[in-house]
DNA sequence: ATAAATGCAAAGCATTTGCAGTAAA
DNA sequence: TTTACTGCAAATGCTTTGCATTTAT
C-alpha cells in the first residue's frame, strides 16, 4: 500500500493530494535515512522551488496523524521521519548522528507487575554507539 | 557514591561544589518525576531565588558529561533528566506526559547481522501508553 | 462552491552562548 | 590567585501559527 493514496488503513484520515505533498511523499518513499524536516525541505525544494517550511511540517504532522509517517525522538536536537511504520528499531551514532535501522527481534514487554497497571500502546528500543564506518575512524585516532 | 561528591566513578570529571549545583543536586537525589529543566528550575528557584536557567543548564550538561545523571528523550518536546544512570527504561503516559520507570528485564542486543558491524555503547526502550489513572479516565470517557 | 492547503512572516519554546562580575579551589 | 561558575540578556535553532491567497475536491 503506497502512502501516496488518500486514505489510509490505520488512522484513516483523508487529506488532499497536493502537488507539494506528493513531492514529499515521493521523497520519503522507501527512504530508509531518517531524515529531518530540514533535510526533507532542502531536497524537495529544489524541484519544487515554491515549498515553504510550513509546509514540510504542516505536511509531515498530517501524515504522522494518519499513521503513513513515524515520528523518531532519537535526537535529541531534532525530530526524524520514517516513513516504515512497521514495528522496528533504530541506532543512532553517536559520531556521525546518522540513524540505522533495527529489525524487530524479539518484542518487548513489561514486566509483570507493570503489565497490569500500565497499558502499552507502543514500544521503541534506542541503540547509542558508532556506524560501521565511525566505527574504523575512531580505532585509528 | 552519592552524586554529590566532586568526582564520579564514570567520566571521573572533577567539578565544583557551588550552593546551586548542590541545590540541584539536592531535588534530584532520590527523584523518580524526571524533570525536565524548566522543572529544576521552578522547584530550586524557590529556595535559591537567585538560580539563574543558564546555570540549571549548564549544571545539567556539565552533571550529564560526568555521569551523575542522564538525559533522556523520550519526549520530543523537551530533555528530562533522571538522576538514576543504572540501566532501565521507561514509560511515557501519552496522555499526562508524565514518565515512569521500567526496570531492565533482558538485556537488549542488536540482530547477529548488524552486532559484528557496529559498537553498540547503550540502550533504551521507550514505551509508550497510559498510566494507571490515564487508563482509568480513558474508559470512563 | 467549499473546505482545506500553501507560503510568508512572525511568534513561541527550549536550549545555548557571550560576557562582566563573583566565588570555589 | 587562578580557574571556573553565575546570572543576565541576547542569540540560536527547531517548530508552530495567523492570515491572506490559492487550490483540490
Redesign the pocket.
Known sequence: MPIKS?HTKKAGTP???????LAILDFLEGNTSHP???DIYRSVSKK?Q?????????????LAKAGAVREITID????HYDPDTSGHHHLICVACERIFDVPEGISVELPGDMAGDFIVTGSHIEFYGYCPSCGKKKKKA
Open positions: 488518500t487529506f488532499k493530494r497536493t502537488p507539494q505533498r529531518s524536516a530540514d519544487y515554491s515549498m515553504s517550511f510550513a509546509t514540510v511540517y504542516n505536511t509531515l504532522n498530517t535529541p536536537k531534532r525530530k
